[in-house]
Nanobody
Framework: QVQLVESGGGLVQAGGPLRLSCTASGRTFSRVNMGWFRQAPGKEREFVAAIAWTGGRTYYADAVKGRFTISRDNAKNTVNLQMNSLKPEDTAVYSC???????????????????WGQGTQVTVSA
């Protein structure tokens, strides 16, 4: 059982930074792969970034690579997404998710994840 709650969303000007956090509860948190996804108006939910529960392995969507950084602090049960150089096209509802499968190859698939937060709105103005 994992519960996820996102925070840190808001309105930011293009080019600015924003930091999202995902607070998790449940003793299985530290052993699962974690991902961030986003869904913009009129678009399907898309993969943003993922981080393994061990080893520090990360993976990013091409659209955010070099601008976003995912990290986790298992001791604090948090997963973070540092977003820099934000663009208007980054506007979306951002959700964190937990994958209990142990597979890394499918971390960019929506259907791979078992638990989801409710999401936090990020709006980037031009």
């Amino acid at each position: 059982q994992v519960q996820l709650v996102e925070s840190g969303g808001g309105l930011v000007q293009a080019g600015g930074p924003l930091r999202l956090s995902c607070t998790a509860s449940g003793r299985t948190f530290s052993r699962v792969n974690m991902g961030w996804f986003r869904q913009a108006p009129g678009k399907e939910r898309e993969f943003v970034a993922a981080i393994a529960w061990t080893g520090g392995r990360t993976y990013y969507a091409d659209a955010v690579k070099g601008r976003f950084t995912i990290s986790r602090d298992n001791a604090k049960n948090t997963v973070n997404l540092q977003m820099n150089s934000l663009k208007p096209e980054d506007t979306a509802v951002y959700s964190c998710a937990a994958d209990l499968s142990g597979r890394w190859a499918l971390v960019d698939y929506v259907r791979e994840y078992d638990y989801w937060g409710q999401g936090t709105q990020v709006t980037v103005s031009a």
